[in-house]
């Protein structure tokens, strides 16, 4: 079955330092890997995403993600926050067939200290 | 493109009532899928729907059921409600060229709170 593991629930990183949300995943093959951002009361918002190829992913908003097959990571990095960062962020992922369906990770919420 | 839109945005019902969610996916998307979200267990998959089919359902009880409309259009409904339902509800659309996992937009959610 697949799963996704967060191992920090929150971070606080000061304005204009750089960032690293970790996430990890257990899937028998290769994985589609999602990472989402919450602002409080809102839906998800699509971050970037990693089908196949490339292992470094660029996404908006000047976030990129690494996937690393040997650790079985998709880490979420930006090398420079701003106060608007802060909210909450979920590693996804999805089977590479069958129904549309994320498994989800607990989630890590950040927060920017001015 | 219009998102992927989902009404009430607040509902509050009391315990042993039903509730019925609607979401309307972005044009020209066929699957939508349904999430839950809630403090204590976090995100987690409801049921999808696809040409109005249920194509794969989560470990949720038989009171929460759904469908979907020829336009798309998806309802889920929770039928004698208890306190543990209260959370966001989300709705998710994707394209699904029949590709396997698509990129799923998720609409801004209904809260559901029960008294």
């Known amino acids: 079955a697949q799963s996704v593991t967060q191992p920090d629930i929150h971070i606080t990183v000061s304005e204009g330092a750089s960032l690293e949300l970790r996430c990890n995943y257990s899937?028998?093959?290769?994985?589609?890997l999602f990472w989402y951002v919450q602002s409080p009361g809102q839906g998800l918002q699509l971050l970037l995403k990693?089908?196949?190829?490339?292992?470094l992913v660029q996404g908006i908003k000047g976030f990129e993600a690494e996937f690393k097959r040997s650790q079985s990571s998709f880490n979420l990095r930006k090398p420079s926050v701003h106060w608007s960062d802060a909210a909450e962020y979920f590693c996804?992922?999805?089977?590479?067939?069958?129904?549309?369906?994320?498994?989800f990770g607990q989630g890590t919420r950040l927060t920017i200290n001015p | 493109k219009a998102g992927v839109t989902q009404t009430p945005r607040y509902l509050i019902k009391t315990r042993g009532q039903q509730v019925t969610l609607s979401c309307s996916p972005i044009?020209?998307?066929?699957?939508v899928s349904w999430y839950q979200q809630t403090p204590g267990q976090g995100l987690q998959f409801l049921f999808e729907?696809?040409?109005?089919?249920?194509?794969n359902k989560g470990n949720f009880p038989g009171r929460f059921s759904g469908r979907q409309f020829s336009n798309s259009r998806s309802e889920m409904n929770v039928s004698t409600l208890e306190l543990g339902d209260s959370a966001l509800y989300l709705c998710?659309?994707?394209?699904?060229?029949?590709?396997?996992?698509?990129?799923?937009?998720f609409g801004p959610g209904t809260r559901l709170t029960v008294l």
């Open positions: 998710a659309s994707s394209l699904d060229a029949g590709r396997g996992a698509d990129t799923q937009y």
């Open positions: 899937y028998g093959a290769t994985p589609y």
């Open positions: 990693y089908f196949s190829g490339d292992t």
């Open positions: 996804a992922v999805g089977a590479i067939q069958g129904a549309q369906k994320l498994v």
């Open positions: 044009s020209g998307h066929r699957s």
């Open positions: 729907y696809f040409s109005e089919t249920q194509r």
